[in-house]
């Protein structure tokens, strides 16, 4: 799918034409990911992305691609994303028999081999957590052994190294010496010729690797060397010293020699790299690669895009779509972009949208297309995570006014042509999209034959999404079980589009109040709406009613569901503090019983104590406590669950109840007795608690409570009697 296609191309393997390429901006999508690759090839690439070949690879994509985003997001590691040098000519260079690499050419070579380097033990390094990302780089073979190759040659300033053969590091120490010793010459002699003042301010220059004297021409004589030239105006001298031309040309000798003992090196490196050829071909292949994937996933985050849910049902159910380029535009702008939901299934394929011109049909159609066509390329897509794809084997469009100049081609014909191409290509796993479906010709006649292309579309079993002005068509989906009515809605009192699509019924065109927002006269109006017949004009306001009474119910909707959403939320606050009050409530229990448990074993000790309080010795109160604690052993191991001492659990706080003021009746200042007189055997309440007990003794005005296994001491007046 380049970009030098024919718009009559077709895709062989998936059905795409370069004109519905052009219909739904895909080109510019391309070129935003371009945009985010570091490589030429990769962004060459970018603009020739097409859609897979099916649905089996666009989910390997998008596994590969999901695990890179996750990488991403992990704060503790980065991706490595090195730029994949073009090595195009190297590699052409290695193929050549005699071929010999440059110094900038091998750089390249290293360099690819070192970002190939990173990637792939980033990849064997995480290969638990990021399988697919090492699935990708695990047939990568020999990068170290080339960068090992590689290096024996260049130093760490990506130049040929000293030590790169014995020959080079030998010429390089004598032109290091012979510098030294030119250097020394020069600086004597500048000094000499500063102090006699034959010299020009700048004293010196540089030319043909050669230092030389700037000397006032008037004095050039007085000076021992070669004149290597003078300036523009006669006035100054250039002169090598004497003292330096022999070891000038010896130097010259030596750089000559330099470089053809590095011609011999790169030779020899040439040579051995030309047996990794396939390998350097596979490194440059990996980066490219991951260059593309790393575009992805950046370009993604630009415009929200996530990796949407994938069903083999063919449904097609998106919440909070929109159009990417149009948010990245309003984004720039400071403006708020809308998005839509769409459902499309086999009971409802044929989704046909009427409405205002301007109102937002045409974007919305294009929206779904551009976002199938980006899903499955394997592009990330603005929707909400709930939504799910399905795969089309097919994807044409006609949206717009596409006369063709060269081919003579009117509107009408040009979509006669597109018509005839989808009647022949199009199949029950095809996605249509038809933009003013049915304009272009007299609209009783375009319209007549509109139904029956509807119709032969319809009979395909295929899916489409259809903008229209046509009533006819509009009546024709109302009575297809398979096809929908939707409408751009309408803001009837400010008279201005809302762009939300509305799904459910068939819209008005809002002519006159579109024309009326555009300013024309009211009485042109009124002359245009005589001309209409009473059953358009009816037609058309019962369309609008039914958006209003719509309008209103939507708002209704909204409302209850608001109203519902609150519903739950006091539900959900009511179950939360029920749970909390049962389980102080248990807490409560078991903290009761294990202190009665435990009550009745001190009890016993005490009594114990109180019996043998009058022995002289222990031995008869320590002779009782072994019975004792062997009594209560063997009635522990006797029972499944013998009471164990938790020294956490605590009585619960609970919040005292609420209680409505009682009027105050007593005049003293004695405490209310309780109607029913306190007796053995009687039911009170204890105060501050919600148990319940039963009067097990009375001494005096001190009560004997059982409550649960435990008994309680309490002041009589202090109990309430059930």
């Known amino acids: 799918m380049g970009a030098s296609s024919p718009k009559s191309h077709i895709f062989a393997i998936m059905l795409i034409d370069e004109q519905t390429i052009q219909d739904l901006e895909f080109g510019i999508v391309r070129g935003f990911l371009a945009d985010q690759c570091k490589s030429e090839k990769a962004k060459k690439n970018a603009v020739r992305i097409k859609p897979f070949a099916s649905l089996n690879e666009v989910q390997k994509e998008f596994a590969i691609l999901r695990e890179i985003q996750l990488v991403y997001e992990n704060d503790e590691i980065s991706f490595p994303h090195a730029a994949a040098a073009d090595i195009d000519h190297a590699l052409k260079v290695i193929r050549v028999e005699n071929g010999v690499l440059t110094v900038e050419e091998l750089v390249r070579v290293f360099q690819l081999c070192l970002g190939t380097?990173?990637?792939?033990?980033?990849?064997?390094?995480?290969?638990?957590?990021?399988?697919?990302?090492?699935?990708?780089?695990?047939?990568?073979?020999?990068?170290?052994?080339?960068?090992?190759?590689?290096?024996?040659?260049?130093?760490?300033?990506?130049?040929?190294?000293d030590k790169a053969s014995k020959d080079l590091f030998e010429i390089r120490k004598q032109i290091k010496s012979s510098k030294i010793e030119i250097d020394k010459n020069f600086n004597r002699v500048l000094r000499?010729?500063?102090?006699?003042?034959?010299?020009?301010?700048?004293?010196?220059?540089?030319?043909?690797?050669?230092?030389?004297?700037?000397?006032?021409?008037?004095?050039?004589?007085?000076?021992?060397?070669?004149?290597?030239?003078?300036?523009?105006?006669?006035?100054?001298?250039?002169?090598?010293?004497?003292?330096?031309?022999?070891?000038?040309?010896?130097?010259?000798?030596?750089?000559?020699?330099?470089?053809?003992?590095?011609?011999?090196?790169?030779?020899?490196?040439?040579?051995?790299?030309?047996?990794?050829?396939?390998?350097?071909?596979?490194?440059?292949?990996?980066?490219?690669?991951?260059?593309?994937?790393?575009?992805?996933?950046?370009l993604a985050s630009s415009y929200k895009g996530i990796i949407p849910k994938i069903n083999k049902n063919s449904k097609m159910y998106w919440e909070e779509a929109f159009h990417p380029i149009l948010?990245?535009?309003?984004?720039?702008?400071?403006?708020?972009?809308?998005?839509?939901?769409?459902?499309?299934?086999?009971?409802?394929?044929?989704?046909?949208?009427?409405?205002?011109?301007?109102?937002?049909?045409?974007?919305?159609?294009?929206?779904?297309?551009?976002?199938?066509?980006?899903?499955?390329?394997?592009?990330?897509?603005?929707?909400?995570?709930?939504?799910?794809?399905?795969?089309?084997?097919?994807?044409?469009?006609?949206?717009?006014?596409?006369?063709?100049?060269?081919?003579?081609?009117?509107?009408?014909?040009y979509r006669l042509s597109r018509m005839k191409l989808f009647l022949d290509k199009i199949c029950e796993n095809s996605l249509v999209l038809l933009d003013e479906f049915g304009s272009g010709s007299d609209p009783e006649l375009g319209g007549a034959l509109a139904e029956v292309f509807y119709e032969e579309l319809y009979d395909r079993n295929c899916?489409?999404?259809?903008?229209?002005?046509?009533?006819?068509?509009?009546?024709?989906?109302?009575?297809?079980?398979?096809?929908?009515?939707?409408?751009?809605?309408?803001?009837?009192?400010e008279l201005k589009p809302l762009y939300r699509l509305s799904i459910g019924q068939p819209g008005s065109s809002f002519t006159?109040?579109?024309?009326?927002?555009?300013?024309?006269?009211?009485?042109?109006?009124k002359r245009a709406q005589n001309k209409v017949s009473d059953l358009k004009i009816n037609l058309d306001n019962l369309a609008l009613e039914l958006q209003k009474e719509k309008s209103t119910f939507n708002k209704a909707n909204k409302l209850q569901e608001k109203a519902t959403q609150e519903s739950r939320k006091l539900i959900k606050q009511y179950n939360e503090k029920l749970r909390d009050l049962y389980e102080k409530s248990n807490q409560q229990h078991r903290y009761y019983e294990q202190q009665g448990k435990f009550l009745k074993v001190g009890k016993k000790i005490f009594d114990l104590i109180g019996r043998h309080k009058g022995d002289q010795t222990n031995k008869g109160l320590n002779e009782s406590v072994k019975k004792l604690v062997a009594i209560e052993k063997e009635r522990a191991l006797s029972i499944k669950r013998a009471p164990?001492?938790?020294?956490?659990?605590?009585?619960?706080?609970?919040?005292?109840?609420?209680?409505?003021?009682?009027?105050?009746?007593?005049t003293s200042n004695e405490k209310p007795t309780s109607l029913k007189p306190v007796t053995v055997g009687a039911r009170v309440r204890i105060p501050g608690h919600t148990k319940t007990g039963v009067v097990s003794a009375l001494n005096g005005k001190q009560a004997e409570v059982q409550v649960g296994n435990f008994n309680v001491k309490i002041k009589v007046g202090d109990l309430e009697v059930v």
């Open 512 to 525: 006159f109040e579109v024309a009326k927002l555009n300013g024309i006269e009211s009485n042109l109006i």
């Open 192 to 298: 000499q010729y500063k102090k006699e003042d034959v010299l020009d301010s700048t004293e010196e220059t540089f030319l043909d690797n050669r230092r030389l004297l700037v000397v006032v021409s008037a004095h050039k004589r007085k000076i021992n060397g070669k004149i290597h030239g003078v300036s523009g105006k006669g006035n100054l001298s250039y002169i090598e010293p004497g003292v330096n031309i022999t070891l000038n040309k010896s130097l010259d000798k030596l750089i000559i020699d330099e470089s053809n003992e590095i011609f011999k090196i790169l030779q020899d490196i040439t040579l051995l790299l030309r047996d990794e050829k396939k390998n350097l071909q596979a490194f440059e292949r990996l980066l490219v690669r991951f260059d593309l994937y790393n575009a992805k996933v950046r």
């Open 117 to 161: 380097d990173n990637l792939v033990r980033f990849a064997k390094k995480y290969k638990e957590e990021y399988p697919k990302v090492w699935e990708a780089c695990e047939h990568i073979d020999r990068v170290q052994d080339v960068i090992k190759l590689i290096k024996s040659v260049l130093n760490k300033h990506m130049e040929i190294d």
């Open 327 to 413: 948010f990245l535009k309003n984004k720039e702008q400071g403006e708020e972009t809308i998005a839509q939901n769409f459902n499309l299934e086999k009971a409802q394929r044929f989704l046909v949208i009427s409405g205002p011109n301007a109102g937002g049909k045409s974007i919305t159609l294009k929206t779904v297309g551009l976002l199938q066509l980006m899903f499955q390329s394997g592009l990330f897509v603005p929707v909400n995570d709930v939504s799910e794809f399905c795969w089309f084997s097919t994807i044409l469009s006609d949206i717009g006014d596409n006369q063709s100049i060269e081919n003579q081609l009117s509107t009408y014909s």
């Open 644 to 666: 164990v001492l938790d020294k956490r659990l605590k009585a619960p706080k609970l919040q005292k109840p609420k209680q409505k003021e009682q009027p105050i009746v007593q």
């Open 463 to 493: 899916f489409a999404v259809i903008n229209t002005h046509y009533t006819n068509i509009k009546i024709l989906t109302s009575k297809k079980e398979e096809a929908v009515n939707a409408f751009m809605l309408f803001d009837t009192k």
